[in-house]
């Protein structure tokens, strides 16, 4: 998609953009012909202009370069550097204790990148999220820019400067809201055991886990963990393909994921007991 891209030119917003894709100015590749410039709204000094702009993003584009675009893109259209850029993406999540609070801290935290789910349990070896995550160019989370991030910025001390694609506004810019588990069963992903397992139900299984030892409440924390984590790719390509619906470039779709295999299973026994106990019901 994103050599089709032009509303991170000089010059060029949404309405323009259209405009050159309704005259048939459907790539980079158009702007290769120098007197080019007779079939668009730009006199030669501008069309000059954009084709000298055009040779560095074929450059930073080979380069796996995504900062480049993403400072010159509205936070709108960072879903078009999902296809280029991929490989340089990772998708997160964390647990925590809490909101936020002095004393919260994150619990268990997973991370994604297509290829390879891993995990981290604080106490453990929590420290490697933080190294882990500087492996990455671009972040990509559910509700991160209010929850994950900030949580993760004050908790590593860390600067987490990378491009981040937040799931939340761009599900609820194709009209689906609500919360994660409600956009997951609105494109038809299941949790199955985890169904109903929100946040604060992880809250209480580490409670659990610190409490009892009960090593089934901390598996069924970290399968609910990587089940957030890993769900996020396949609502990321839906998303992506719905927003290249939105344009003359439906080839450009590309198909649903396949999920890993998570390492734990969650303990329905344990899911039900706490159901009961904290809320009285099944």
């Known amino acids: ?26 790539s980079w590749d158009f702007f290769q012909d120098e007197h080019g410039w007779t079939l668009t709204p730009f006199g030669p000094g501008k069309y000059e202009a954009l084709r000298s702009r055009l040779e560095v993003c074929r450059e930073r584009l080979c380069a796996l370069d995504p900062a480049y675009f993403a400072g010159a893109l509205a936070p709108q259209h960072l879903w078009r550097l999902f296809a280029d850029f991929r490989q ?22 997973a991370l994604y990148d297509g290829r390879e789910v891993f995990y981290y349990i604080y106490g453990d070896n929590l ?5 882990d995550l500087r492996k990455y160019k671009i972040l990509i ?26 799931l939340r506004y761009l599900l609820r810019s194709l009209g689906y809201s609500g919360g994660l588990k409600l956009c997951e069963k ?7 055991e985890l169904n109903g397992v929100d ?19 901390l598996e069924t924390l970290l ?17 992506f393909n719905m927003k ?6 439906h080839e450009l779709r590309i198909p649903l994921p396949w999920p890993p295999r998570i390492p734990f299973k969650p303990d329905a026994a344990l899911i039900d007991e706490l159901r009961q106990s904290c809320f009285g019901v099944f």
């Not at 989370?141 to 937040?166: A, K, Q």
Request: proline share 3%; hydrophobic share 40%.
């Open 141 to 166: 989370t559910y509700n991160g820019s209010c929850f994950d991030l900030p949580f993760i910025r004050n908790y590593f001390g860390l600067e987490v400067d990378h491009i981040h694609i937040d």
């Open 1 to 26: 998609m994103l050599r089709h891209t032009f509303v991170h030119l000089p010059w060029i917003g949404i309405k323009t953009e259209r405009s050159l894709w309704q005259k048939g100015i459907h």
């Open 223 to 239: 399968a609910y963990n990587m089940a957030d984590t890993v769900n996020l790719e396949t609502l990321m390509v839906q998303a």
């Open 88 to 109: 340089c993406a990772a998708f997160i999540d964390i647990e925590t204790t809490g909101l936020g609070g002095p004393y919260d801290h994150i619990t268990t935290a």
């Open 244 to 249: 290249v619906s939105e344009t003359p470039f």
């Open 186 to 192: 609105s494109l038809g992903l299941d949790r199955a």
């Open 199 to 217: 946040g604060y139900f992880a809250v209480l299984l580490w409670r659990e886990y610190k409490k009892s030892g009960n090593v089934k409440a």
């Open 127 to 131: 420290d490697a999220f933080a190294l």
